[in-house]
């Protein structure tokens, strides 16, 4: 099927429902032959689109498709804290939820998570994977309800993106029962950071916490050496 069989006058809305139901359909053979073109071929056909679907949901090619898992998984976040009164909630218990939500959504695709990290820690693509982290943090933030337009929109959103970095690589690793050891890592990590927000709220405290917390792109290096395809 073509994207314009499915509409004359496609939409953006449109666009995200066909390039979900790709990725969607992908995601089981990246456990197999990584974020490749044969794994969105695959489940292109899968999802009932042909070839040239494909290179019009992603003309970016893989890069794009990553790209748009990290999105996925962000409208997904989005969607699970909307059922939570986060009026209710002080920001620290909001942000928690929202790093919990994130993971707990991509739990299902721990493997294409690994890989996604070992294809972004590829020189060409580290640009690519700060700009997605960013992503992810700021619209945390605005769930949360942050206002912030000064100087602080920066400091938040540098300190939650260690905090998101560094539980996403303990998640990755955590064989605990219902990855409770990740949750109480999580919990130390939002400390760290509401302790550097009350004593310093300034850049100096922000690069003291991120030197303790392990290099999204370094780990990815390690599973590279360990892997033999993306």
Known sequence: MD?????????????????????????PNVIFDGWSTQSLRDGASMAGYDSDAVFRAFPGGIPELVDHFSSWADRRMLEELEKHDLDAMKVRERITLAVRAR???????????????TFLALPNHTAQGARMVYRTVDAMWYAAGDTATDFNYYTKRGLLAAVLTSTTLYWLNDHSEDKRDTWAFLDRRIADVMRVGRTTGRLSGLGNLVAHFPSPFRFGRQIRRRASGY
């Open 103 to 117: 993971l707990e959504v991509l739990e299902p695709h721990e493997d294409a998570v690994r890989r996604a990290l």
């Open 3 to 27: 994207i314009d069989d499915t509409h004359t006058d496609t939409h953006e809305g449109d666009i995200y429902r066909i390039r979900d139901e790709i990725l969607e359909a992908t995601l």
